[in-house]
Nanobody, 123 residues
């Protein structure tokens, strides 16, 4: 059974950094895309970054502050978040789709989701 487990969230002051982790287990083959989304109260789920395991392509929408990376040996994908702002406060999710290509924005494209990790940025 495929599982995604996020970790690394917490409370941080504005200007600080966090690194989120998404551990993937139980996948059937390595042609998949992992993406990070976030959802703030009352807002839609927002795509942030994505990574294609089979060829290493990556995309970050929050330029200059958020960066996705992967350690394939550990089956773990990371989201490094720097210069955090109070408006970054949200629940952060990782998601997976097989053979998805470089898709980053549409939650409906993804079939598997982690449980989410809360990130709170204080001013």
């Amino acid at each position: 059974e495929l599982q995604l487990v996020e970790s690394g969230g917490g409370l941080v002051q504005a200007g600080g950094s966090l690194r989120l982790s998404c551990a993937v287990s139980g996948f059937d083959f390595d042609d998949y895309t992992i993406a990070w989304f976030r959802q703030a109260p009352g807002k839609e789920r927002e795509g942030l970054s994505c990574f294609v395991r089979s060829d290493g392509r990556a995309y970050d929408s929050v330029k200059g502050r958020f960066t996705i990376s992967s350690d394939n040996a550990k089956n773990t994908v990371y989201l490094q978040m720097n210069s955090l702002k109070p408006e970054d406060t949200a629940v952060y999710y990782c998601a997976l789709v097989y053979a998805g290509g470089l898709v980053c924005h549409e939650a409906a494209d993804f079939d598997y989701w982690g449980q989410g990790t809360q990130v709170t940025v204080s001013s």
